[in-house]
Nanobody, 127 residues
Framework: QVQLVESGGGLVQAGGSLRLSCAAS????????MGWFRQVPGKERVSVAA????????YYADSVEGRFTISRDNAKNTVYLQMNSLKPEDTAVYYC????????????????????WGQGTQVTVSS
């Protein structure tokens, strides 16, 4: 049974930082590309960042480029999202997701590319 468990969310002031973690189990983690998405009430879930299974290729949404960093530790079956210079508009529920990848270089930015999802963690940035 595949499980993705996010942690690290919370309340932070604008300009602050948080690091989200997503611990994976029940899968061969190094065979999966990983992604972080976020969703606010009434809106679609959108891609924030993605990383190839090797960690060598990454993607960032324009809105977070230069502020967020995605990384992974395949030995710990964990993917991270370091979020710096947080803004109130970053407030959302953040989800991690896993996508089986046949290559070491691909990452995925579309929701339908991912087969497994975590339960989400709330990030709230106050102004």
């Amino acid at each position: 049974q595949v499980q993705l468990v996010e942690s690290g969310g919370g309340l932070v002031q604008a300009g602050g930082s948080l690091r989200l973690s997503c611990a994976a189990s029940g899968l061969t983690f190094s065979s999966f590309a990983m992604g972080w998405f976020r969703q606010v009430p009434g809106k679609e879930r959108v891609s924030v960042a993605a990383i190839s299974r090797s960690g060598g290729n990454t993607y960032y949404a324009d809105s977070v480029e230069g502020r967020f960093t995605i990384s992974r530790d395949n030995a710990k079956n964990t993917v991270y999202l370091q979020m710096n210079s947080l803004k109130p508009e970053d407030t959302a529920v953040y989800y991690c997701a896993a996508a089986y990848s046949r290559t070491s270089v691909n990452y995925y930015t579309r929701e339908n590319g991912y087969g497994f999802w975590g339960q989400g963690t709330q990030v709230t940035v106050s102004s």
